[in-house]
């Protein structure tokens, strides 16, 4: 059985982290899979958004620690890094649903995604403290972010667990649900962003990850030749006819 299951339909790519029996914890050879098909996803305009979770009822466990990276540590951080840079840089939105535990890189690869939905009962925790281990899946670059420095530094120096609800509250996901409801909620995302302008969407994404790094006038101008750009795509000339025509818009195709 592979470590990562992919499954397609309609335009929404599913990804599923395949190691039930270690709460999806990370080794080498996952950590490649994941990386090949991010890539494939990636270059495949079939492909309009993405899902990432995990088998089992539970998102990611981090780095399984019963199996050893050496001599190769560098390398193999160097590979994680690029699965969480993928998705960053997925020209196409990417949603994390979650369950369970998401906890050391599994938390900051839940956090890599655009939207990260969780269930209430989900545990989000920066435990690498506790295992003397430091901040990797890009947490030094999202939590500050996502929680402000202050908080991001209580929640990793502490190693702190929260809930979904909790996680939620701070802004580090984009909403929590009741369990029962995840599936239902993280699936109407997925179809409205499948049906929506993969285009635009892409060069908004682009726009909005660089929005700590760029100058108020940079993202003036980094807009003005964004929509200069869109007014003429097939997706701004559906838009605009679907207007017109007062229907909803049809962008796929």
Known sequence: MPD????????????????PKRKNGVTWPLIE???????????????RVVVLTGAGGAFCSGMDLSESVAPDELRFMRRVGQVVTLLHEMPKPTIAKVAGPAVGFGCNLALACDLTVAGEGAMFGEIFAERGLTLDGGGSWLLPRLVGLQKAKELVFFAQRVSGSEAASLG????????????KVADDWARRLADAPTLALSIMKKSLNKAFESSFAEAIETESLAQS?????AE????????????EPRFRG
Do not use: H, W, Y
């Open 172 to 183: 580090l996901v984009a909403c929590a649900v009741p369990d029962d409801e995840l599936d």
């Open 229 to 233: 750009f869109s007014f003429s795509s």
């Open 4 to 19: 990562v299951l992919v499954d397609r339909a309609e335009g929404v790519v599913t990804v599923t982290l395949n190691r």
């Open 33 to 47: 899979e994941l990386v090949r098909e991010l890539e494939n996803i990636a270059g495949n305009s079939g492909d």
């Open 236 to 247: 701004a000339k559906e838009g605009m006819r679907a207007f017109l025509q007062r229907r």
